[in-house]
C-alpha cells in the first residue's frame, strides 16, 4: 500500500483553498467562547435530530425548536455563516475524496442518507 501517497494526499488537502479557508474562519469564530459554545450545542442537535431522522424516529419538538433558534443566531452573524458553509465545503470535499478512494479500492461502502 502506498502510505507516502497519502500523507501527500494529507498535505494535498491541508494545502486546499476549502481547507485554508474553513481554518481561517475557524480560528476567528472559536476564538469567542459564546459563539462556540453555540456552535457545539448547534452541532450537537443537528447530530441528534439527524439520527431520529436516519431510524425514522420522530424527532424531539424542544430539539427542533432549539435547533432553529440556535440556526438562527448563528446564521444570523456573517462571519458564523461564512465558517459554517466553508466547513460544509470542506466536508463536501473530503466525501468527494472518500468517495473516489473507495470506487478505486472496488469498496462497496454505504453511507447514510447516500
Do not use: N
Request: charged share 25%; hydrophobic share 40%; proline share 3%.
Amino acid at each position: 500500500m502506498q502510505y507516502d501517497s497519502a500523507h501527500r494526499l494529507a498535505a494535498d488537502i491541508r494545502q486546499s483553498e476549502e481547507y485554508q479557508t474553513y481554518h481561517r474562519l475557524k480560528d476567528d469564530v472559536m476564538a469567542d467562547e459564546t459563539v462556540a459554545a453555540l456552535i457545539r450545542e448547534y452541532k450537537k442537535l443537528q447530530l441528534s435530530l439527524q439520527m431520529a431522522a436516519m431510524s425514522g424516529q420522530q424527532p424531539d419538538s424542544d430539539d427542533m425548536q432549539r435547533f432553529s433558534g440556535i440556526s438562527a443566531l448563528l446564521f444570523g452573524k456573517p462571519e458564523v455563516s461564512q465558517y459554517l458553509l466553508a466547513e460544509m465545503r470542506l466536508q463536501q470535499a473530503m466525501a468527494d475524496i472518500f468517495k473516489i478512494l473507495t470506487d478505486a479500492a472496488d469498496l462497496d461502502v454505504q453511507l447514510p442518507g447516500a
